[in-house]
C-alpha cells in the first residue's frame, strides 16, 4: 500500500504560480512511476504531467507543456508539480497517482491522492 497526501492548492489570479506536493508514505516511493492528473467539473479526470522512477524522464499534456514542471525527491518521498502562468482553464481538483509503468490513463495507476483544488481567476 501507498499512501499519498496532495497539498499546495489554493486560489490564484491568471498568470500566477502555485507549487502543488504529495507526499508519500507506505511502500517505497521510489519504485513507482508517479503522476498528476486533474479533473474539472463535469469533466473526466485528465492526465497532467508524470515523471518516471529516477527523474530521467518526464512527461507533459500538450496543455501544460511549457507551463508546468514536475518533479520528484525520492529521498524526501515526494513529488512536486510547479505551475506557472496559470489559466482560468486550469481550475480543478488536483491528484497525484502512483503506478508500475508509464501511461497518461488513470486506469493504470494503483494508488491516489484526496486531491488538492487549484482555481484560478480571470
Known amino acids: 500500500q501507498v499512501q499519498l497526501v496532495e497539498s499546495g492548492g489554493g486560489l490564484v489570479q491568471a498568470g500566477g504560480s502555485l507549487r502543488l506536493s504529495c507526499a508519500a508514505s507506505?511502500?517505497?516511493?521510489?519504485?513507482?512511476?508517479m503522476a498528476w492528473f486533474r479533473q474539472a467539473p463535469g469533466k473526466e479526470r485528465a492526465f497532467v504531467a508524470a515523471v518516471n522512477q529516477d527523474s530521467t524522464g518526464t512527461y507533459y499534456a500538450h496543455s501544460v507543456k511549457g507551463r508546468f514542471t514536475i518533479s520528484r525527491d525520492n529521498a524526501k518521498n515526494t513529488v512536486y508539480l510547479q505551475m506557472n502562468s496559470l489559466k482560468p482553464e486550469d481550475t480543478a481538483v488536483y491528484y497525484c497517482?502512483?503506478?508500475?509503468?508509464?501511461?497518461?490513463?488513470?486506469?493504470?495507476?494503483?494508488?491516489w491522492g484526496q486531491g488538492t483544488q487549484v482555481t484560478v481567476s480571470s
Open positions: 507506505g511502500r517505497t516511493f521510489s519504485g513507482y512511476f
Open positions: 497517482a502512483a503506478g508500475p509503468r508509464a501511461s497518461a490513463s488513470w486506469l493504470e495507476y494503483d494508488y
